[in-house]
């Protein structure tokens, strides 16, 4: 198995169906990346799998603004 793949089903993500590598990639890096802003596991799982924006998030987060409310704003 890739690690990408691993990584995903390790996350929780193997019911997402990502077949394509780069895009395996890529969601693996935003829920990473949505874990680093504060979000939990579940919650960075949809909104990595999601036209979040995560540039809008990080500006959000820096800023004070809350994860939920962050949340709210970028879904």
């Not at 394509?20 to 829920?31: E, F, I, P, S, Y």
């Not at 036209?51 to 603004?65: E, H, N």
């Amino acid at each position: 198995m890739p690690v990408v793949e691993r990584e995903l089903e390790l996350l929780g993500c193997d019911e997402l169906d990502v077949r394509d590598d780069a895009l395996q990639r890529l969601l693996l890096w935003r829920v990473l990346q949505f874990q680093e802003l504060g979000f939990g596991l579940r919650i960075a799982i949809e909104l990595a799998d999601s036209a979040a924006d995560l540039g809008q998030a990080r500006r959000l987060v820096a800023t004070g603004c809350p994860p939920a409310l962050t949340r709210a704003i970028v879904d």
